[in-house]
């Protein structure tokens, strides 16, 4: 087996794998090294979405979303469900069994884009040479023309909630509980924590989720914020704002946790306590001194717009660089660094890079919030559709939330786009293109979409930017 290549990728993650595949496809010689091991000790690429993240939540969200619905739901569509058990052990074996179909798919498209899989640590030296230690310790020495970096990210740790399985986990080990606790904390409101929360809290957990921000889902569109924690609330999540954690610990089989908000010093006692704070990229033993890549205050690699690093040939793309934490954007870097480095012309647009929650209204946004237009001074206009007044939704049972449409007041090009609702992760992506091509509301607002869908809420939204929408009563 040859040590030389034109591109070493380290890290199999949704970042490092895309990349590997499109160097293959570009006709480049490629290894993929990346180091995961479940907890049963065997490898797999994926990384943490699709070993620890993304893939394994979405299947028990989609999973605890039936099982609610069942027992909410079904009766208001006249379907008797008499005698609704859970099984959460054929639900957890059915979300393995996903996650492992995926993670064995990466290996089949290796093999059909003659990418080199080798697992194990990757670690790069001076010279773009890769020091390869297989899980078996054997060494080597790989060298390329090019390396990409794709160590992806590692969970935060909370000083004052430190790690302690069973009773203390990250969102990996709260993906994986064997039984429904009655009492769940978690520590952090934002995309993560609600959608564990969700999770738990449809198969009958008493949830209790503590913020530090003010604010719920900071990040967000402020009205679509205040949507979300109004039917988060309704779910029955216990959501307290301002709360600052100061201390966790376990007694008794239990976690008691202190906390301060306005009211002074609180404590509450959970069962199982997630911390979902965030995540920091992952570069623990990946550069070697004289390697001449640069990490930001924050741990991050340095890299321009292209994913370029402050070292010749050496590339870095994913959670382990700036920007948000997200798969997708991930995906995106990987290949358009296979395509520069093969010669060709690729970019990746930040400015319309969604954003989605998973959560029952789904929530998912791209561009900038009301919020951000407001303070760049920039004269707006807007449009808000409400899904009670789309007729699909209602024949769905699922007419919460609204489609609302930023759009600039002097030449209406589409500013930002909020949506919470049925279906919302897969809506976005009509408002992703049509930001892509810079469109104006008006070009939605002639598009002409299907009826009855979910979609006509976008169309209803834009129309109402101009408050010309058929549907809804335009303000």
Wanted: charge should be negative; include cysteine.
């Amino acid at each position: 087996m040859s040590d030389s290549f034109d591109v070493v990728v380290i890290g199999g993650g949704p970042a490092g794998y895309p990349a590997a595949i499109r160097a293959g496809q570009n006709k480049l010689s490629v290894a993929c090294v990346d180091e995961w091991k479940n907890r049963d000790g065997t490898p797999a690429f994926g990384g943490t979405c699709l070993n620890a993240g993304c893939i394994p939540s979405k299947a028990l969200l989609e999973s605890t979303e039936l099982y609610h619905r069942v027992h909410e739901e079904f009766a208001v569509h006249g379907i008797r469900v008499p005698n609704v058990s859970l099984d959460l052990a054929q639900m957890q074996k059915r979300k393995a069994g996903v996650v492992k179909t995926m993670t064995q798919g990466i290996l089949a498209l290796f093999k059909a884009n003659a990418v080199t899989p080798l697992q194990g640590h990757g670690k790069l030296l001076s010279g773009r040479r890769v020091e390869f230690v297989a899980h078996d310790g054997t060494r080597r020495e790989l060298t390329a023309k090019h390396v990409v970096l794709a160590s992806g990210s590692a969970p935060i740790e909370l000083r004052s909630a430190p790690f302690k399985s069973p009773h203390i986990v990250d969102s990996w080990g709260a993906l994986d509980f064997e039984a429904v606790p009655k009492r769940l904390g978690v520590i952090g409101a934002g995309v993560v924590g609600v959608e564990l929360g969700s999770v738990w809290r449809r198969l009958g957990a008493e949830v209790v989720m503590l913020e530090a921000l003010p604010d719920f889902l900071a990040m967000a569109d402020q009205q679509l914020a205040k949507e979300g924690l109004r039917h988060f609330k309704k779910l029955g999540l216990d959501i307290r704002l301002a709360a600052n954690v100061t201390g966790a610990s376990v007694s008794g089989g239990a976690v008691d946790v202190t906390y301060e908000d306005a009211k002074g010093e609180q404590k509450v006692t959970v069962d199982r306590l997630v911390v979902a704070i965030g995540r920091r990229p992952y570069t623990e033993d990946l550069l070697a001194a004289g390697t001449g890549v640069e990490l930001d205050e924050r741990g991050f690699i340095k890299v321009d717009q292209q994913c370029r690093t402050s070292a010749e040939g050496v590339w870095a793309v994913g959670d382990c660089v700036r920007g948000p934490m997200l798969a997708h954007k991930g995906k995106e870097e990987g290949a358009m660094v296979a395509d520069l480095i093969a010669g060709g012309f690729a970019e990746v647009n930040y400015k319309t890079v969604p954003s989605v929650i998973y959560t029952a209204p789904e929530i998912a946004w791209v561009g900038l919030t009301e919020e951000e237009v407001k303070k760049s001074g920039r004269a707006y206009k807007l449009g808000v559709f409400p899904f009670l007044a789309s007729a699909r939704a209602r024949a769905m049972e699922q007419a919460q939330g609204f489609a609302k449409i930023i759009a600039a007041q002097d030449d209406d090009e589409i500013l930002g786009v909020h949506i919470i609702g049925p279906m919302a992760s897969e809506l976005i992506a009509e408002a992703v293109l049509a930001m892509e091509y810079s469109a104006s509301s008006e070009d939605l607002q002639r598009t002409i979409h299907a009826h009855p869908t979910l979609s006509e809420a976008l169309h209803e939204a834009a129309l109402a930017v101009d408050k010309r929408s058929i549907d809804a009563i335009n303000r």
